[in-house]
């Protein structure tokens, strides 16, 4: 995620000990400290404050993150409003972040919510609000909380999810907004922008990357179930499980064993112009002699034709996806 400059500026703050950053904010204007901290909620509330970025940003940040205690987001922003503008003024100012920060997105406050609460709170809920929280929650979350639903809840929700772009994004706020009220009066709460619609080819892919990171069993039966419902819809997401996209998140030794017998020449047309990560990834994972050869293959080829590089990485990727229906693929999910 590219970070805007009140991102930015947001991350550094968050380096800074409180009273520093109060420090620092006097004289400012009490709409752009707002408008900091709703950047600076919305990056930890989405789980977009990663350690890389803000290292870039300020390494001390980085230092606060290795001590022991951590980095207390909640009491940090708390003491560099009540420092900024006084204590009267913050507490207004954290309700009106609160209420920015659901109207950007009205999903935050489920995400932080825990697997058990939310897996309780849903059990009880229309198979279709069960399927547009899941599309929203990140693929891990979402396959530990399926895993958590009955096996009535979860085919339902999950058969539902293969057609999740017809829901409107009026009706995924208003489902949001049940949702999170029932997890406020479950005492399950965590802390809490126009919500995107997502397209169908976007939405089959939440549902693959879900399925894909449940147990084999569990997997084989939520597939089965989506293609007596949809058999079109079901062969899409198994496919959508393994894409050439996903190379550099699987694991090392499984990528081995999906790489032998394809020869050097398939390896270097597939690796036309592929992304430099990726590249990278094929390669450390192939012998130093065919690395050189794949090289080599390079250096002779002139302008190949594009279905000729999409059929190399589509024999590829179908041998990942023989060891994935195997259970041998595995996956470093970010």
């Known amino acids: ?23 620092m904010l006097k004289g400012v204007d009490a709409k752009m400290v ?11 509330a989405a789980g977009h404050r990663s350690a890389k970025q803000t290292a870039e940003v300020a390494q001390q940040f980085c230092q606060s993150l290795q001590n022991e205690e951590g980095f207390q987001f ?4 708390r003491e560099v409003l009540k420092n900024t503008v006084g204590e009267d003024k913050a507490k207004q100012v954290q309700q009106e972040v609160q209420g920015l920060l659901e ?23 229309h198979p279709q609000a069960v399927a547009v929280v899941l599309s929203e ?34 009706a995924k706020a208003r489902i949001a907004q049940m ?47 989506i293609r007596k419902k949809d058999e079109e819809a079901g062969e899409k997401v198994t496919e959508l499980m393994v894409t050439w996209e996903d190379i550099p998140h699987i694991g090392d030794r499984s990528l081995q064993a999906g790489l032998r017998g394809i020869d050097e020449q398939q390896l270097a047309l597939a690796l ?42 589509e024999k590829i990727v179908k041998a990942l996806r023989g060891l994935n229906e195997q259970g041998e693929l595995t996956f470093a999910e970010e």
């Open 1 to 23: 995620m590219a970070l805007t400059g009140k991102q930015k500026a947001a991350l550094l703050l968050s380096s800074l000990d409180a009273a520093t950053a109060a420090e």
């Open 34 to 44: 707002q408008d900091l901290a709703v950047e600076l909620s919305y990056l930890e």
């Open 74 to 77: 909640k009491s940090f922003l």
């Open 103 to 125: 109207k950007r997105d009205p999903f935050i406050a489920i995400r932080s919510a825990d697997q058990q609460t939310l897996a309780a709170v849903l059990e009880t809920e």
């Open 137 to 170: 929650l990140p693929p891990k979350k979402g396959s530990g909380i399926l895993g958590l639903l009955g096996e009535g809840m979860r085919v339902s929700a999950i058969s539902r999810m293969t057609a999740i772009g017809g829901v409107t994004p009026e």
């Open 179 to 225: 949702v999170r009220q029932r997890i406020e009066a479950s005492g399950g709460a965590g802390q809490a922008g126009t919500v995107v619609q997502a397209r169908p080819e976007e939405s089959l892919r939440k549902v693959a990357v879900i399925i894909r990171n449940l147990d084999k069993e569990i997997q084989e039966g939520v597939l089965d179930a």
């Open 272 to 313: 036309h112009e592929a992304d430099e990560v990726l590249e990278k990834k094929i390669k450390s994972n192939i012998s130093e002699r065919a690395a050189a050869m794949v090289d080599e293959e390079t250096g002779l080829m002139s302008s190949p034709k594009k279905d000729d590089v999409r059929k190399a990485r």
